[in-house]
């Protein structure tokens, strides 16, 4: 493990794989390092050629947290880490992290260049958006120290997951992870709040990042997230859509691996190019 302080004094702590280029993972909901073990298969994969760089969030595992919390904090964690691996990096967002990475470019972050993988953003009617009071509940509910309800909570409204499922997952060794970091799905659901309305217009706020975009969805993910990565595509300047055939929101390292490998690995990086 590895550590740096962010802007405000926040130690943020990371990992490592490999030795060359970074590429830093920026994780979504629930994601850290401690239960990720997405990053140590994607990160062997990949780590012949590039370093991935995995770090935990503020407020998750070895990571501060110093109130009160926005997401200009956040985008201060990306800027401190980019600095520290190398000054410039390449972002892969997985999930919420891909609309926390895309912030980051917007403010002028030194990104080569930008993947995202399946954003969850809701800009059509496909699926339901989520409840008008969805951060405050979500806020409300975990400083009231209900953390195992504040996880239900954002997987019944946020991932549509049947109620019932919910509560025969509350049983398994993995839940306390989960609740250990029920606190940060409401910062999620801040810097995501005006994108889960059902409408794409609020999308179009990213249409100022010039940053070469790879935006990827499964190809066996629900229809509402294919409606996301269009809508998104079409608003990036520089944005190319790449659907991953029988993947799901979760996607196999061994599919991802080789597609970033090229993405990443390919020229006309423009002015925050990296070797």
């Given at each position: 493990?590895?550590?740096?302080?962010?802007?405000?004094?926040?130690?943020?702590?990371?990992?490592?794989?490999?030795?060359?280029?970074?590429?830093?993972?920026?994780?979504?909901?629930?994601?850290?390092?401690?239960?990720?073990?997405?990053?140590?298969?994607?990160?062997?994969?990949?780590?012949?050629?590039?370093?991935?760089?995995?770090?935990?969030?503020?407020?998750?595992?070895?990571?501060?947290?110093?109130?009160?919390?926005?997401?200009?904090?956040?985008?201060?964690?990306?800027?401190?880490?980019?600095?520290?691996?190398?000054?410039?990096?390449?972002?892969?967002?997985?999930?919420?992290?891909?609309?926390?990475?895309?912030?980051?470019?917007?403010?002028?972050?030194?990104?080569?260049?930008?993947?995202?993988?399946?954003?969850?953003?809701?800009?059509?009617?496909?699926?339901?958006?989520?409840?008008?009071?969805?951060?405050?509940?979500?806020?409300?509910?975990a400083a009231s120290?209900?953390?195992?309800?504040?996880?239900?909570?954002?997987?019944?409204?946020?991932?549509?997951?049947p109620p019932?499922?919910?509560?025969?997952?509350?049983?398994?060794?993995?839940?306390?992870?989960?609740?250990?970091?029920?606190?940060?799905?409401?910062?999620?659901?801040?810097?995501?709040?005006?994108?889960?309305?059902?409408?794409?217009?609020?999308?179009?706020?990213?249409?100022?990042?010039?940053?070469?975009?790879?935006?990827?969805?499964?190809?066996?993910?629900?229809?509402?997230?294919?409606?996301?990565?269009?809508?998104?595509?079409?608003?990036?300047?520089?944005?190319?859509?790449?659907?991953?055939?029988?993947?799901?929101?979760?996607?196999?390292?061994?599919?991802?691996?080789?597609?970033?490998?090229?993405?990443?690995?390919?020229?006309?990086?423009?002015?925050?190019?990296?070797?």
């Amino acid at each position: 493990m590895e550590t740096v302080r962010s802007n405000d004094g926040t130690q943020i702590a990371f990992d490592r794989y490999g030795d060359g280029p970074p590429i830093v993972l920026v994780g979504g909901a629930f994601q850290h390092r401690a239960i990720d073990q997405f990053t140590a298969q994607f990160g062997t994969l990949l780590a012949p050629r590039f370093s991935v760089v995995n770090y935990d969030r503020r407020g998750r595992g070895d990571s501060g947290d110093t109130p009160p919390y926005a997401v200009e904090r956040e985008v201060e964690d990306l800027q401190a880490l980019t600095a520290e691996v190398g000054g410039s990096a390449f972002l892969l967002g997985m999930s919420s992290g891909g609309v926390l990475a895309l912030e980051a470019a917007a403010r002028g972050l030194p990104i080569a260049k930008l993947a995202l993988y399946e954003p969850p953003l809701i800009v059509d009617g496909s699926r339901p958006p989520v409840p008008p009071d969805y951060v405050d509940q979500l806020t409300e509910i975990a400083a009231s120290g209900r953390r195992g309800d504040a996880v239900e909570y954002f997987m019944v409204n946020a991932m549509q997951m049947p109620p019932e499922a919910v509560a025969g997952m509350r049983a398994a060794p993995f839940w306390p992870a989960l609740e250990s970091v029920a606190q940060t799905l409401a910062y999620d659901g801040a810097f995501m709040a005006d994108v889960m309305r059902g409408t794409p217009d609020p999308v179009r706020k990213w249409g100022s990042v010039t940053t070469p975009t790879l935006v990827m969805g499964g190809g066996a993910s629900p229809p509402w997230q294919h409606a996301a990565v269009q809508a998104l595509v079409q608003v990036l300047p520089h944005g190319e859509a790449r659907t991953l055939e029988g993947q799901t929101h979760e996607v196999a390292p061994e599919v991802l691996a080789p597609v970033l490998e090229s993405f990443f690995s390919d020229g006309g990086q423009g002015e925050g190019a990296i070797g």
